[in-house]
């Protein structure tokens, strides 16, 4: 939380949740992403928070973009960045966008299969591809599955594949899950990137990229390590599978730029018990997992949640938000606690709500406008 933050919402006066965003936050955070990784490239995940303010300063900082579609493409290009900038990162994507990007100038595009490159070979030929691995995600706690990239063993193929298209077979991306709270996460991707690489060399096939993904943390309730040990572990992992013929490098932090640069105020609606016996407390929010909460799924992000009584006697807590959904709970396995003297009409401001959250919210399930986002 800074003081900027506190000041704008104590001059707000309108009713409804909404997040603040800090952009002096956000300007730290990029600095000690080039400082921690001083040879590598910064390609800021969009879809964290493409709040055009934020779009623009990382612009004139410097940064370059990781997109998932043409919309986010045309978002960056509105915010000045030159399509040399922009990488097409998602893996799935339909020929017809892809001959978009291309027509804005765009020419990184990320697979992680034979089809996929077939497509790109027709719409943007000559562009080049980088082949994405697949990574089980532990030690995160927002894991991204077996959703995208594919086994070490079909990478080779599918780059060389690219290859014989005439596309230029650039490199390789894995993402080690979001929130990865262990910096040596890196070290199996890397160990097994190498071994494409040489794989490959041997092929005739010189590969030049790894693209390192992003999964650098924010902090919520529990620490998490500072970006330089991040950078370190990585840079150590690059030394000990690539030895002196390190690849150039870059990476994609979408939740560890922005994250802690926001914080979501709201309000308590109701405080009720079930029955004469209960003993939990339900305190129901004006925001909840379908305006701007959405990450609270499977209780995995738990947010540090403030509160004017901060310091008196807490009891455990299960929180919801307003909608009539009843998976609109926040925190129920895991109940929280919070403060008895929170009472009904009292404030709440939820840290760590930079990323994710304004564009997880729903254009207006029940009748709940989405979030509101100031960026100052
Ligand atoms: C979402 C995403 C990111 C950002 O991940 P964080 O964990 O928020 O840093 C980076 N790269 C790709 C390809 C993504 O889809």
Known sequence: MTDRIVDFLRRRNEDGPCMVLD???????????AKALPDTRVFYAVKANPAPEVLDLLARLGSCFDTASVVEIEQVLAAGAAPDRI???????????IARAHAHGVSLFAV????????????????????????????AEWPLSRKFGCAPDM?????EHAHRLGLVAYGLSFHVGSQQRNPRMWDGALAASAAIFKDLAERGIALQMVNLG???????????????????????????????????????????????????EAEVVLVSKKSDEDRMRWVYLDIGKFNGLAETMDEMIRYPIR???????????IIAGPTCDSVDVLYEKEPYELPVS????????????????????????NGFPPLKSYVI
């Open 23 to 33: 952009l002096d936050v956000v300007r730290d955070n990029y600095s000690s992403f």
């Open 307 to 317: 509160t004017e009584f901060d310091g008196d006697a807490t009891e455990p807590c």
């Open 87 to 97: 990488s097409f990162g998602n893996t799935i994507k339909k020929e017809r966008d």
């Open 342 to 365: 929170l009472a009904i009409g009292s404030k709440v401001l939820i840290e760590g709500t930079g990323a994710y959250t304004t564009t997880y919210s729903a254009v207006g399930f």
């Open 155 to 159: 990478a080779g193929r599918v780059l």
């Open 112 to 139: 992680d299969c034979e089809a996929e490159v077939e497509k790109i070979a027709r719409a943007a030929p000559g562009a080049k591809v980088f082949c994405r691995i697949l990574c089980d995600g532990s030690g």
């Open 214 to 264: 992003g999964g650098f943390p924010t902090k919520y309730l529990k620490n998490v390590p500072a970006v330089r040990q991040y950078g370190k572990a990585i840079f150590e992992a690059l030394r000990k599978h690539f030895g002196n013929r390190i690849p150039e490098t870059i990476i994609e932090p979408g939740r560890g730029m922005v994250g802690n640069a926001g914080m979501i």
